[in-house]
Every structure is written in C-alpha cells, then in structure tokens.
C-alpha cells in the first residue's frame, strides 16, 4: 500500500518569497492534516480537512499561510511572503475518518524540509 | 502552552542498558499515542493506549497509561542501536487532533 506522499522533499527561498509543498494521502483516507515541525519540538497542527472541508485551522497563521484540498485528494499548502521562522519540517498526515474515531492512525509522510534564508 | 511535557529531551545510552521516557500533562486525554521519528522520515505510530492504568508490550517496549489518563510512560529494555530515534507522546482530542509532546531524542551507542 502506497504510504503519504510529498513533494518537494527539501526547499531553501529566501525570506519574503513563496513556496508551495504538496501531499498526496493515502487513498480513500478522508482526513489530511498539516503539521509544521520545528527543530527540537514536536508536530504542531496546522490545518485539518474533511474531504475538502477545514475542519481545524486555528493554528494557521493566516496572514500568510493558505491551504487547499479542492477534490478531497491532494493538498497544497502555501507561504507567501516567507519569514525565517518559517524554517522547519512540514509533515503531511491522513487518516481514515480522523472525525469518527479518538483512536484512529495518522500516517505521515516524509515531510518537506523548509530554509528560509 | 506546551500541553504535554516529555522528559528527559535527550538521552544516550549504551547498548544494552534500559530506559524509560516520560510524558505528563495537566489534562486528560480520550487517548495517548506513541511515535516514532527517524531522520528525514515522519512519526510512525508505534501504540495507542486508551484505558487509565492500560499496559501494553510491543517486544522491548512497554508503554502505560496512567490511572487518571494525564500521564504515560515508555520503557524499553536492553536498548538496541536500533532503537535511536526522536520518540514522541501524542494526545488525542475529540475530532482527531493530536497534540505532541516535544519529543525525546534517544541516541542507543554500540
């Protein structure tokens, strides 16, 4: 079974510039989540979606993040303008039906390394 | 806030040796999960415990969650090289969400 895909793997812009990083969940899983990682800490929630509703974005600094999951599928998150403690990890999840069940996996993917110069 | 406190942050050992990394909090949780991180890789779930006072054992790793569903703790005995890597407790709310610790970097030298 084809695990939690993203891409790019690592990304270094400068600050002020945009960058995108994209996640494919596994298939027919429901629920992506979008964590960012900073060194030395653990995951910390970005964004959740439903199929391709948000359910949890409380964390998102919206000034300058955005996200989208238009068909339910794939994913796309954003940064413009880039600061340099946007530097970190970005970790895709999905699960099957993150809503439905309190013991339910989350699979990640590999993450996309940011530097932000 | 850092709703769920791991400790120690950082460990190396030797082979052989056992071990046992902490995670508190002033809050319940329906649930507690286990990771584990290897670098340039995402967390993988290694358990879930969801009872007050649950133990379970996956070979050398005991897990336990505590009677009041605020705390949990990971053992492993006679730790393997194998074994290093960033261990992360992770609470589970309502709706999914997970709230992580900030992990335990545990370094096992041959």
């Known amino acids: 079974e084809a695990g939690v895909a993203q891409s790019p793997r690592y990304k270094i812009i400068e600050k002020r510039q945009s960058v995108a990083f994209w996640c494919n969940p596994i298939?027919?899983?429901?629920?992506l989540y979008w964590y960012q990682q900073i060194l030395g800490q653990g995951p910390k929630l970005l964004i959740q979606?439903?199929?391709?509703?948000?359910?949890?974005d409380s964390q998102l600094p919206k000034d300058r993040f955005s996200a989208e999951r238009l068909k339910g599928v794939d994913s796309t998150l954003k940064i413009q303008p880039a600061k340099l403690e946007d530097s970190a990890v970005y970790l895709c999840?999905?699960?099957?039906?993150?809503?439905?069940?309190?013991?339910?996996?989350?699979?990640f993917g590999p993450g996309t390394r940011l530097l932000v110069l | 806030t850092q709703l769920l406190e791991q400790s120690p942050q950082f460990l190396s050992i030797q082979e052989g040796e056992n071990l046992t990394v902490y995670c508190n909090s002033s809050?319940?949780?329906?649930?507690l999960q286990w990771y584990r991180q290897e670098p340039g890789e995402g967390p993988v779930l290694l358990v879930t415990?969801?009872?007050?006072?649950e133990v379970k054992k996956l070979k050398r790793l005991t897990f336990q969650f505590g009677d009041a569903r605020k705390d949990s703790s990971l053992h492993i005995t006679a730790a393997q090289p194998g074994d290093t890597g960033l261990y992360l407790c992770?609470?589970?709310?309502?709706?999914?969400?997970?709230?992580f610790g900030q992990g335990t970097e545990l370094s096992v030298k041959p």
């Open positions: 415990v969801v009872t007050g006072g």
């Open positions: 979606f439903q199929n391709n509703g948000v359910v949890d």
């Open positions: 999840a999905s699960s099957l039906d993150g809503l439905a069940a309190l013991q339910e996996t989350q699979y």
């Open positions: 992770a609470g589970a709310r309502e709706g999914g969400k997970l709230i």
């Open positions: 809050s319940v949780f329906s649930s």
């Open positions: 298939s027919g899983h429901a629920t």
